[in-house]
């Protein structure tokens, strides 16, 4: 229902070429939209956030495990330190530079669901790579289509069973935040970096969440900015310039 307004004009000229594609865009509808975010509301019933922080940070890597196979992308010893370094940093920021803390984690049942969904979005970054010459928009419209009947059936057992979304300010604002900004916003700028860079590089981006989120929390709910938090946003930024620098013959 948001995106229908934006993309209407441009889905008349392309829903041929969505339609003829289907099988594609029935993937990116299932994996991304729809099974994705399933399995991530599932799982953070269960375990705890700290989890998955930690479980979603292997998304570039299971992104770059798949796309060598299956499309045939090369990778280089840089890229791959640039990786791990970053990853330091994410763990870093995680676990607050509490070496302790991290041996102490625990996993739960809902950490399956995590690992289930960090699978299925590398998959979805896969897909995008045979996604239908059509307008941003009009992909998203499409994706989010499919998302939508994808969704229905367990939207309508989980109501059925006791359990239906309560219609509160609370609720509501957070329904529309979550449509707004992680959903449309997010999937439409995502969708976009991997049509640039590709899934691999784009997929990297990822480890920026953590120190972002740690920035935010500095910044909106004044929380205190502590060492950990700079060591880790620098082998974050300093990984992926790594990773990214260009060496000699434009490679």
Not at 13 to 30: C, E, I, N, S
Not at 74 to 93: C, E, K, N, P, Y
Not at 145 to 168: D, F, K, M, Q
Request: proline share 6%.
């Amino acid at each position: 229902l948001i995106v229908l307004p934006f993309a209407w004009w441009q889905l008349r000229v392309d829903w041929r070429h969505m339609r003829a594609a289907w099988p594609v865009m029935l993937g990116l509808g299932t994996l991304g939209g729809a099974s994705f975010n399933l399995c991530m509301y599932i799982g953070l019933q269960t375990t705890q956030a700290i989890n998955a922080g930690l479980l979603q940070a292997f998304i570039p890597v299971t992104i770059l495990m798949l796309a060598i196979p299956i499309l045939g992308e090369r990778t280089s010893l840089r890229q791959l330190s640039g990786m791990a370094v970053a990853f330091a940093g994410v763990l870093a920021i995680i676990f607050q530079g509490d070496l302790a803390r991290m041996l102490g984690l625990s996993f739960t049942r809902g950490d399956i669901w995590i690992v289930a969904g960090v699978v299925l979005n590398a998959f979805y970054s896969i897909v995008l790579k045979w996604k239908p010459s059509v307008h941003p928009l009009s992909l998203l419209a499409g994706i989010f289509a499919v998302s939508s009947v994808a969704l229905l059936p367990p939207y309508i057992i989980e109501s059925l069973n006791g359990r239906p979304v309560p219609l509160t300010d609370v609720s509501i604002a957070a329904i529309l935040y979550v449509a707004l900004f992680p959903a449309v916003a997010a999937y439409f700028c995502y969708n976009r970096g991997i049509e640039l860079l590709g899934p691999s590089r784009a997929g990297v981006a990822i480890y920026l969440v953590p120190m972002m989120v740690s920035l935010l929390a500095v910044g909106l709910l004044g929380e205190p900015f502590h060492l950990y938090h700079a060591v880790g946003m620098a082998l974050i930024l300093g990984g992926l310039a790594f990773a990214e620098a260009r060496r000699g013959g434009g490679k």
